[in-house]
C-alpha cells in the first residue's frame, strides 16, 4: 500500500516518517487487505502497543528469513556430502534434507 493511499483510505495526512512506521505495521499484518487494516487503523490510531508489536512482528520474519538463507545454505552443503556418503552408509541424505526444508519453508 502506498502512502497516498493510506491518505484516501483514511482521510488521515502523513509525512514519510510516519507513513513508514505504518507500512511496517502493515506488513507485519499478515494477510489483511488494505481496507481492513486502514479500518482498524482508524479505530486504534497509533496505539503504543501496537506499534511495537508490529517492530516485534518485522523483527521476527527479519529472522526467519535469515535463518530460511541459512537452511538453505546448509541444506546445499549437506546435500553435496550426502550424495559423497550415501553409497557407503545407504541413508538418503538428500531427500532427507528436502523432506526438513519443505517443513521449515512451510513454517
Known amino acids: 500500500m502506498t502512502q497516498k493511499e493510506f491518505e484516501e483510505r483514511t482521510g488521515l495526512k502523513t509525512d514519510?516518517?510516519?507513513y513508514a512506521a505504518i507500512e511496517r505495521m502493515y506488513m507485519s499484518a499478515g494477510s489483511m487487505g488494505k481496507d481492513e487494516f486502514c479500518k482498524r487503523w482508524r479505530q486504534t490510531g497509533k496505539n503504543p502497543l501496537t506499534m511495537a508489536l508490529a517492530?516485534?512482528?518485522t523483527s521476527l520474519n527479519e529472522m526467519l528469513g535469515?535463518?530460511?538463507h541459512e537452511l538453505i545454505d546448509m541444506r546445499e552443503k549437506n546435500i553435496e556430502y550426502g550424495h559423497k556418503n550415501e553409497a557407503s552408509n545407504g541413508v538418503n541424505v538428500g531427500r532427507?534434507?528436502?523432506?526438513?526444508?519443505?517443513?521449515v519453508m512451510r513454517g
Open 66 to 68: 535469515e535463518c530460511r
Open 55 to 57: 517492530d516485534t512482528a
Open 96 to 103: 532427507w534434507l528436502n523432506w526438513l526444508t519443505a517443513s
Open 16 to 18: 514519510a516518517e510516519e
